[in-house]
């Protein structure tokens, strides 16, 4: 055997979007230190330095190209096991996206490291041997103080954006060198400590010191104050006993200079959970017979539905069996579709488990990520709770995954890849862990209540709300009869929802409003012709936004002044037309002047805590109105809220979507379900143009089964979810020809290749966003057609063809496997 067979070589992933994984050889002095999950730095291209991940450890080098030696190993220990690798591939397969992608989504940014480019001066250069223009000059100069400069150093002094071409040029003049540095992002937070010298820790040697601290007052003050802290018995830290002294850090520097005390490091957490006294409940009969027939029909299945009414005592349910999990031994994952649903649950569920409990979420910085999955993975956190990314934390030992409001289509990932559905992943991820998956709802997805009915999961109802209290009453408030007679209140509110409002606030009762737009109003338009500013990138109106006194785009954050007259005919008389959240606030201002107002919308929630500042607010009763977006709908717990008013259902009924009507009613029912929690019956007003609408009528009732079996026959007719799967291929370019041009092609592509039902090309409801015209095809498969895999390999190969050709080889193109 050859020394090069006898070789070690690793294949390695990358953060980035490349189908293959690439192989380096492994350096003899590292063979030992090498494991499946640990990083090592690589480099990758001619240039870029990356941290990679292993996922392979084998004795072939690579055919096609010579492999590069690894330039370090980074981890002591692994940082993933080959487990969680399998999971990676199996979203990488499944939803037609590279292993880059997963890895991209899956790891803290503070573990995915990436070289900074930095530019060095050249010491042998002579400025004078050659004529330096103002810029190259300005260059310099800073280089001869500082050494070297990043990119965006240098991009600062000479005010440009791209600094490539001036850079070219310099070193070819041979003034500076370009290195590239690999920048650790995640650093141990350190805390500094003080503690007395050994020398002093006798009484007498303490006497005699506090004898020579006679005539230092103020050293002597942060001695006493070392001494009183020390009673407590904890670690001592700098800046707790400066405080306690009251003084400034010179005597302490001092102290140490003199050798009374020493200062050292520790190593803390970022994330200081509060202490929360640990609190005791009891289930009541319903929810003993749910954990009960939960227990039984997980013996022989793997994947159970829990269909609960809201207001049900879900929650409870759900910490009895995460309870049976833990004294398992076993870790739980607590999926949530927002987070702005995770400070009230992981408020409730850490009475009952303390700090085993955490949340993880995009809210964090890149430094806790990183601690709070260290932590997963060395099994300190038993539950986590939080929203789709937490699918990715390195579990060892997992016992049970649940999905509450599985409905929710924000489980779907949209941009960028990979494009995931949390609860279909989850399902994956339970049955590789060996474990059971519980999926909740009051209002279950059709896909999933199909699978429950043909008994393919198991199904546990809960019908009746906690402590026996009522479903709310619902009410529709006809809008064009209202609006006919004359009793709008304002513009938005009728006089049905008025009276509601005002019995509500005279109980000292509080009230939920929902309007699915957030803004002021979505769009601006000209009463003479009728002209409405649209976004220059992208093919929608613009949002008027009244705390910014600006129009503004959602989808690619555009804004523009409010225009004084119409850009088209020159026209002063332009309005304000439909309704967001901002504007129902205002309203609602100047009808109820006494009441206290709060917004929950993307906007007014922008800040790390600011979801749960508003949501913990109006739980204590600062607020008497809450009005907000789908925020207000999942699963949030007020006690107080006698009134939910939904100020208009027409837009959910008439979205231009087959699941619309589905998702209508999940809506509406959930939102509803805020009202009358625990001190009676509550109400719902739904105001509509539309009060005979048959989602309407079953809503009233209470009814959401003869919906689904509608919407049912309605699928089934035109091949569509549950009995068919879905794949949408997307193709984007800046040009409207090369988009429709690349397009055509890839269905021609697709209609010799692939045996499914194509639909498209077409463009999407908004179709062009950021300067990108969007295209789309749809395929649909058979749900129990055993030529998926084939297929999917099929699409990719027709991607990868279209790519191939020059003219197309700058449009983006794209699957989304099960589209939401």
């Not at 020493?262 to 200081?272: F, G, K, N, P, T």
Request: charged fraction near 25%; include cysteine; hydrophobic fraction near 40%.
């Amino acid at each position: 055997m050859t020394e090069e067979h006898l070789a070690t070589f690793v294949d390695v992933i990358l953060p980035l979007h490349l189908e293959a994984t690439y192989t380096y050889r492994v350096p003899k002095d590292w063979e030992d230190a090498i494991a499946i999950g640990k990083r090592v730095v690589i480099q990758f291209g001619s240039r870029k330095i990356y941290s990679a991940l292993i996922a392979k450890i084998h004795h072939q080098p690579p055919k096609a190209y010579e492999a590069k030696y690894l330039y370090g190993v980074l981890d002591e220990k692994a940082i993933l096991e080959e487990h969680h690798l399998k999971f990676w591939e199996w979203i990488s397969t499944y939803y037609l996206c590279t292993l880059g992608d997963v890895m991209q989504a899956a790891l803290p940014s503070g573990l995915k490291l990436e070289s900074a480019t930095r530019i060095e001066a050249n010491e042998n250069f002579d400025p004078n041997s050659t004529t330096l223009d103002d810029k190259e000059y300005l260059i310099w100069e800073a280089l001869e103080l500082q050494h070297e400069l990043t990119l965006q150093e240098v991009s600062d002094i000479v005010r440009l954006k791209n600094v490539f071409p001036l850079l070219k040029s310099m070193v070819a003049k041979g003034m500076v060198r370009i290195r590239e540095e690999l920048e650790e992002k995640y650093r141990q937070k350190m805390l500094t400590c003080i503690r007395l010298m050994p020398a002093y820790e006798n009484e007498t040697a303490l006497a005699s010191l506090f004898d020579s601290l006679e005539k230092q007052p103020k050293q002597l003050q942060v001695l006493m104050a070392y001494l009183q802290l020390q009673q407590q018995g904890a670690l001592i830290d700098k800046t707790t006993l400066l405080k306690t002294a009251g003084g400034s850090g010179s005597p302490l520097q001092t102290l140490i200079k003199k050798e009374v005390f020493e200062a050292y490091e520790i190593s803390v957490d970022r994330l200081q959970l509060d202490q929360i006294d640990k609190a005791l409940f009891e289930l009541n009969p319903a929810q003993v017979e749910a954990v009960e027939t939960i227990n039984q029909q997980l013996a022989d299945k793997d994947i159970l539905l829990l269909q609960g009414v809201t207001g049900s005592g879900k929650t409870h349910v759900y910490v009895k069996l995460m309870e049976q999990a833990l004294q398992e031994g076993k870790q739980v994952l607590f999926l949530l579709p927002e987070i702005a649903l995770t400070s009230q649950i992981i408020k409730r569920i850490r009475k009952y488990f303390g700090e085993h409990c955490i949340s993880y979420h995009s809210k964090y910085n890149d430094q806790e990520r990183v601690e709070i999955w260290n932590k997963v993975k060395e099994g300190v956190y038993k539950i986590v709770i939080g929203a789709r990314s937490s699918l990715f934390l390195p579990f060892q030992e997992l016992g049970l995954v649940i999905v509450d409001e599985e409905h929710e289509n924000s489980y779907k990932q949209q941009d960028p890849a990979p494009r995931y559905h949390a609860r279909d992943a989850a399902m994956v991820l339970a049955k590789m862990h060996g474990c059971k998956t519980i999926l909740g709802s009051a209002t279950p997805s059709l896909e999933v209540h199909y699978m429950a009915q043909q008994k393919k999961y198991a199904w546990v109802k809960m019908d009746k709300r906690y402590h026996e209290v009522a479903l709310p009453n619902i009410k529709m408030a006809n809008l064009t009869e209202e609006r006919r007679t004359k009793q709008m209140l304002k513009e938005d509110i009728g006089l049905t929802l008025h009276t509601a409002i005002e019995k509500a606030l005279n109980q000292n009762e509080q009230i939920i409003l929902f309007q699915n737009r957030r803004g002021y109003a979505p769009f601006l338009s000209c009463t003479n012709c009728e002209w409405v500013p649209k976004c220059k990138n992208c093919d929608i109106s613009l949002t008027y936004h009244k705390y910014i006194d600006s129009l503004k785009c959602h989808y690619c954050g555009y804004i523009m002044g409010m225009p004084k007259s119409c850009t088209a005919c020159g026209s002063p008389k332009m309005v304000l037309k439909g309704t967001g959240t901002e504007k129902i606030e205002d309203e609602l201002s100047e009808l109820y002047t006494k009441a206290r107002i709060a917004r929950l919308d993307l906007d007014a929630a922008k800040s790390k805590h600011g979801h749960e500042e508003i949501i913990r607010s109006f739980e204590e009763r600062q607020f008497d109105i809450l009005v907000g977006t789908q925020m207000v709908s999942k699963g949030l717990d007020f006690e107080h809220v006698s009134l939910v008013g939904v100020i208009n259902a027409d837009s959910l009924l008439q979205f231009p979507d087959f699941r619309a009507h589905e998702r209508a009613m999940q809506m509406l029912l959930q939102v509803s379900g805020r009202a009358g929690r625990k001190h009676g019956q509550g109400e719902v007003i739904i105001q509509t143009t539309m009060p005979n609408h048959y989602v309407l009528q079953l809503l009233q009732q209470h009814k959401y089964e003869p919906l689904l079996e509608r919407e049912l026959e309605e699928r089934q007719k035109f091949a569509y979810p549950p009995f068919f799967r879905l794949i949408k291929l997307v193709v984007k370019h800046r040009e409207y020809r090369i988009a429709e041009e690349a397009s055509q092609k890839l269905k021609n592509l697709l209609d010799q290749e692939v045996q499914a039902i194509i639909m498209g090309p077409s463009s999407p409801y908004v179709s062009k966003i950021r300067n990108f015209y969007i295209k789309e095809i749809l395929l649909k498969v058979n749900r129990n057609s055993s030529q998926l895999p084939a297929l999917k390999l099929q699409v990719k190969k027709c991607l990868k063809k279209l790519q191939e050709d020059k003219i197309f080889k700058s449009a983006i193109v794209y699957a989304d496997v099960d589209p939401s």
